[in-house]
Protein backbone atom coordinates (compact mmCIF):
# COMPACT_ATOMS: atom_id res chain seq x y z
CA UNK A 1 0.00 0.00 0.00
CA UNK A 2 1.28 3.35 -0.63
CA UNK A 3 1.79 5.86 1.52
CA UNK A 4 -1.91 7.19 2.86
CA UNK A 5 -1.64 10.93 3.08
CA UNK A 6 -3.61 12.58 5.67
CA UNK A 7 -5.34 16.30 6.43
CA UNK A 8 -6.23 17.70 9.96
CA UNK A 9 -9.52 18.67 10.04
CA UNK A 10 -9.92 21.30 13.12
CA UNK A 11 -11.82 24.08 11.53
CA UNK A 12 -15.54 24.45 10.33
CA UNK A 13 -14.41 25.12 6.65
CA UNK A 14 -12.20 22.06 6.58
CA UNK A 15 -14.99 19.79 7.80
CA UNK A 16 -17.34 21.41 5.29
CA UNK A 17 -14.52 20.62 2.56
CA UNK A 18 -14.18 17.10 4.09
CA UNK A 19 -17.74 16.24 4.22
CA UNK A 20 -18.13 17.90 0.19
CA UNK A 21 -15.23 15.11 -0.53
CA UNK A 22 -16.84 12.26 0.94
CA UNK A 23 -20.15 12.44 -0.12
CA UNK A 24 -20.36 10.97 -3.28
CA UNK A 25 -17.54 8.20 -3.10
CA UNK A 26 -18.84 4.37 -4.00
CA UNK A 27 -20.41 2.42 -0.89
CA UNK A 28 -18.58 -0.96 -2.63
CA UNK A 29 -16.36 -1.80 -1.97
CA UNK A 30 -17.10 0.10 1.03
CA UNK A 31 -14.78 3.87 1.30
CA UNK A 32 -14.53 4.60 4.62
CA UNK A 33 -12.83 3.23 7.17
CA UNK A 34 -13.20 4.72 10.59
CA UNK A 35 -11.06 4.93 14.36
CA UNK A 36 -11.74 6.48 17.77
CA UNK A 37 -9.14 7.82 20.12
CA UNK A 38 -9.47 9.52 23.24
CA UNK A 39 -9.12 9.32 27.14
CA UNK A 40 -10.91 6.11 28.51
CA UNK A 41 -12.53 6.19 25.24
CA UNK A 42 -16.34 5.30 26.33
CA UNK A 43 -19.29 6.80 27.98
CA UNK A 44 -16.93 7.48 30.81
CA UNK A 45 -14.09 9.00 28.54
CA UNK A 46 -14.10 11.52 25.70
CA UNK A 47 -13.13 10.96 21.85
CA UNK A 48 -10.61 13.39 21.31
CA UNK A 49 -9.84 12.22 17.78
CA UNK A 50 -11.59 10.29 14.87
CA UNK A 51 -9.65 9.10 12.06
CA UNK A 52 -11.57 8.31 9.33
CA UNK A 53 -9.72 6.69 6.11
CA UNK A 54 -11.32 7.78 2.48
CA UNK A 55 -10.18 4.89 0.42
CA UNK A 56 -10.93 6.17 -3.15
CA UNK A 57 -8.76 8.91 -2.04
CA UNK A 58 -6.67 7.28 -0.33
CA UNK A 59 -6.26 10.32 2.62
CA UNK A 60 -7.05 10.22 6.03
CA UNK A 61 -8.92 12.75 7.22
CA UNK A 62 -8.23 13.48 11.27
CA UNK A 63 -10.69 15.02 13.13
CA UNK A 64 -9.95 16.59 16.40
CA UNK A 65 -13.00 16.73 18.21
CA UNK A 66 -11.45 17.85 20.93
CA UNK A 67 -11.52 21.55 18.97
CA UNK A 68 -14.42 21.19 17.10
CA UNK A 69 -16.91 19.38 19.86
CA UNK A 70 -20.32 18.59 18.13
CA UNK A 71 -20.20 20.90 15.39
CA UNK A 72 -17.56 17.97 14.18
CA UNK A 73 -20.92 15.82 13.85
CA UNK A 74 -24.17 18.25 13.67
CA UNK A 75 -22.48 20.95 10.80
CA UNK A 76 -23.19 21.79 8.63
CA UNK A 77 -26.90 22.23 9.56
CA UNK A 78 -28.55 23.63 6.41
CA UNK A 79 -29.66 20.10 4.50
CA UNK A 80 -27.49 20.81 1.65
CA UNK A 81 -24.97 18.52 2.43
CA UNK A 82 -24.74 15.37 4.56
CA UNK A 83 -22.93 16.28 8.35
CA UNK A 84 -21.30 13.67 10.02
CA UNK A 85 -24.08 12.39 12.24
CA UNK A 86 -26.44 11.52 9.26
CA UNK A 87 -23.87 9.62 7.47
CA UNK A 88 -22.43 7.54 10.66
CA UNK A 89 -26.46 6.89 10.98
CA UNK A 90 -26.83 5.91 7.78
CA UNK A 91 -27.85 2.27 7.26
CA UNK A 92 -26.90 2.72 3.39
CA UNK A 93 -23.85 4.12 3.73
CA UNK A 94 -20.95 1.64 4.86
CA UNK A 95 -18.72 2.61 7.95
CA UNK A 96 -15.86 -0.34 8.45
CA UNK A 97 -14.20 -0.18 11.81
CA UNK A 98 -12.14 -2.34 13.67
CA UNK A 99 -14.02 -3.96 17.36
CA UNK A 100 -17.05 -1.13 17.38
CA UNK A 101 -17.37 -1.19 20.83
CA UNK A 102 -15.50 1.50 22.48
CA UNK A 103 -16.27 3.64 19.81
CA UNK A 104 -20.10 3.12 19.33
CA UNK A 105 -20.44 3.60 23.09
CA UNK A 106 -18.50 7.02 23.06
CA UNK A 107 -20.96 8.46 19.80
CA UNK A 108 -24.19 7.17 21.33
CA UNK A 109 -23.70 8.34 25.07
CA UNK A 110 -21.61 11.21 24.82
CA UNK A 111 -22.97 12.90 20.98
CA UNK A 112 -26.06 11.18 20.30
CA UNK A 113 -24.84 9.16 17.44
CA UNK A 114 -26.41 5.73 16.96
CA UNK A 115 -24.18 3.80 14.37
CA UNK A 116 -25.63 2.03 11.89
CA UNK A 117 -24.88 0.21 8.38
CA UNK A 118 -21.39 -0.84 10.36
CA UNK A 119 -18.87 -3.50 9.15
CA UNK A 120 -16.76 -4.72 12.21
CA UNK A 121 -13.52 -5.76 10.67
CA UNK A 122 -12.50 -7.37 14.41
CA UNK A 123 -15.62 -9.91 14.13
CA UNK A 124 -15.04 -10.38 10.34
CA UNK A 125 -11.32 -12.04 11.53
CA UNK A 126 -12.99 -14.19 14.17
CA UNK A 127 -15.56 -15.67 10.83
CA UNK A 128 -12.69 -16.29 8.86
CA UNK A 129 -10.71 -18.39 11.58
CA UNK A 130 -13.87 -20.07 12.63
CA UNK A 131 -13.76 -20.98 8.04
CA UNK A 132 -10.36 -21.90 8.40
CA UNK A 133 -10.18 -23.79 11.49
CA UNK A 134 -13.58 -25.04 12.02
CA UNK A 135 -16.22 -24.44 14.50
CA UNK A 136 -14.87 -22.40 17.17
CA UNK A 137 -15.15 -24.20 21.43
CA UNK A 138 -16.11 -21.78 23.94
CA UNK A 139 -13.67 -19.42 25.45
CA UNK A 140 -11.77 -18.40 21.54
CA UNK A 141 -10.14 -15.13 21.63
CA UNK A 142 -10.66 -12.04 19.60
CA UNK A 143 -7.93 -11.12 18.06
CA UNK A 144 -5.99 -7.61 18.34
CA UNK A 145 -5.56 -5.61 15.39
CA UNK A 146 -2.04 -5.36 15.45
CA UNK A 147 -1.88 -9.06 15.07
CA UNK A 148 -4.22 -9.32 12.08
CA UNK A 149 -2.61 -6.37 10.58
CA UNK A 150 1.00 -8.26 11.22
CA UNK A 151 -0.80 -11.28 9.83
CA UNK A 152 -3.06 -10.08 7.36
CA UNK A 153 -1.85 -7.27 5.73
CA UNK A 154 0.09 -8.97 3.54
CA UNK A 155 3.02 -6.65 5.09
CA UNK A 156 6.33 -8.49 4.90
CA UNK A 157 10.29 -7.77 5.39
CA UNK A 158 11.15 -4.28 6.26
CA UNK A 159 7.71 -3.14 6.03
CA UNK A 160 6.39 -5.33 8.51
CA UNK A 161 9.44 -4.62 11.04
CA UNK A 162 8.38 -0.78 10.08
CA UNK A 163 5.29 -1.46 11.83
CA UNK A 164 6.37 -3.33 14.50
CA UNK A 165 8.93 -0.05 15.36
CA UNK A 166 6.32 2.70 15.02
CA UNK A 167 3.74 0.33 17.18
CA UNK A 168 6.36 0.55 19.89
CA UNK A 169 7.28 4.03 19.90
CA UNK A 170 3.05 4.49 19.39
CA UNK A 171 2.84 2.80 22.64
CA UNK A 172 5.69 4.83 24.59
CA UNK A 173 3.02 7.73 23.54
CA UNK A 174 0.08 7.11 25.82
CA UNK A 175 0.77 3.54 26.99
CA UNK A 176 1.03 4.25 30.96
CA UNK A 177 3.03 0.94 31.69
CA UNK A 178 5.47 2.60 28.92
CA UNK A 179 5.61 5.80 30.19
CA UNK A 180 2.89 7.25 27.98
CA UNK A 181 -0.53 8.79 29.00
CA UNK A 182 -3.79 8.96 26.86
CA UNK A 183 -3.90 12.25 27.94
CA UNK A 184 -1.88 12.66 24.42
CA UNK A 185 -4.57 12.66 22.63
CA UNK A 186 -6.57 15.34 23.75
CA UNK A 187 -3.65 18.02 24.05
CA UNK A 188 -3.22 20.43 21.57
CA UNK A 189 -1.64 21.66 19.29
CA UNK A 190 -1.51 17.96 18.40
CA UNK A 191 1.90 16.55 17.96
CA UNK A 192 2.84 14.99 14.72
CA UNK A 193 3.85 11.59 16.17
CA UNK A 194 0.80 11.14 17.79
CA UNK A 195 -1.00 12.31 14.27
CA UNK A 196 1.34 9.88 12.71
CA UNK A 197 -0.31 7.08 15.40
CA UNK A 198 -3.84 7.87 14.44
CA UNK A 199 -2.90 7.65 10.74
CA UNK A 200 -1.25 4.12 10.75
CA UNK A 201 -3.76 1.55 12.02
CA UNK A 202 -6.72 3.03 10.08
CA UNK A 203 -5.01 2.99 6.88
CA UNK A 204 -4.56 -0.87 6.94
CA UNK A 205 -8.28 -1.46 7.72
CA UNK A 206 -9.40 -1.70 3.60
CA UNK A 207 -6.69 -4.42 3.21
CA UNK A 208 -8.08 -6.29 6.04
CA UNK A 209 -11.60 -5.71 4.66
CA UNK A 210 -10.90 -7.23 1.45
CA UNK A 211 -8.98 -10.41 2.89
CA UNK A 212 -12.04 -11.40 5.29
CA UNK A 213 -14.74 -10.44 2.94
CA UNK A 214 -13.17 -12.70 0.25
CA UNK A 215 -12.58 -15.42 2.26
CA UNK A 216 -15.93 -15.10 3.57
CA UNK A 217 -17.88 -15.29 0.10
CA UNK A 218 -20.25 -17.30 -0.29
CA UNK A 219 -20.07 -18.63 3.40
CA UNK A 220 -23.97 -17.24 4.23
CA UNK A 221 -24.17 -19.03 7.52
CA UNK A 222 -20.74 -17.19 8.75
CA UNK A 223 -21.68 -13.77 7.03
CA UNK A 224 -24.94 -14.12 9.06
CA UNK A 225 -23.30 -14.76 12.13
CA UNK A 226 -21.07 -11.57 11.88
CA UNK A 227 -23.81 -9.24 10.92
CA UNK A 228 -26.00 -10.22 14.08
CA UNK A 229 -23.11 -9.92 16.12
CA UNK A 230 -22.07 -6.30 15.33
CA UNK A 231 -25.48 -5.79 15.63
CA UNK A 232 -25.47 -6.71 19.03
CA UNK A 233 -22.03 -4.77 19.94
CA UNK A 234 -23.55 -2.02 18.47
CA UNK A 235 -26.74 -2.54 20.82
CA UNK A 236 -24.13 -2.36 24.27
CA UNK A 237 -23.93 1.12 23.67
CA UNK A 238 -27.45 1.53 24.75
CA UNK A 239 -27.39 -0.57 27.31
CA UNK A 240 -26.49 0.29 31.44
CA UNK A 241 -22.22 0.43 31.43
CA UNK A 242 -20.47 -2.84 32.17
CA UNK A 243 -16.46 -1.81 32.39
CA UNK A 244 -14.14 -3.31 30.07
CA UNK A 245 -12.51 -6.76 31.23
CA UNK A 246 -11.19 -9.92 30.21
CA UNK A 247 -14.89 -10.74 29.23
CA UNK A 248 -14.07 -8.27 25.76
CA UNK A 249 -11.72 -10.78 25.07
CA UNK A 250 -13.71 -13.59 24.19
CA UNK A 251 -15.26 -14.45 20.58
CA UNK A 252 -18.45 -12.88 19.69
CA UNK A 253 -20.75 -16.46 19.55
Same mark, same amino acid.
Given at each position: MSASRYTLVDTLPALATMLRAISDIPNYPPSLYIDLEGETLGREGNIAIMQLHALPQNRTYVLDITTLGWGAFTSPENGKTKNLKTILESPSITKCLFDVRNDSDALFNLYDISLQGVQDIQVMNYAVREARNGVFRRGNLVMGLAKCIATDSGLGGDAL *???? #??? #?? +? +???????? +? +??? *????? #??? #????IEYCVGDVVHLPTLWRKYNGILEGEGRLRNKVQSATLGRLEEAKRPYVPGGKWKTYGPW
Open positions: *AEFW #RKK #RE +G +GKIFNPQL +G +GSY *AVFSE #RPL #REDV
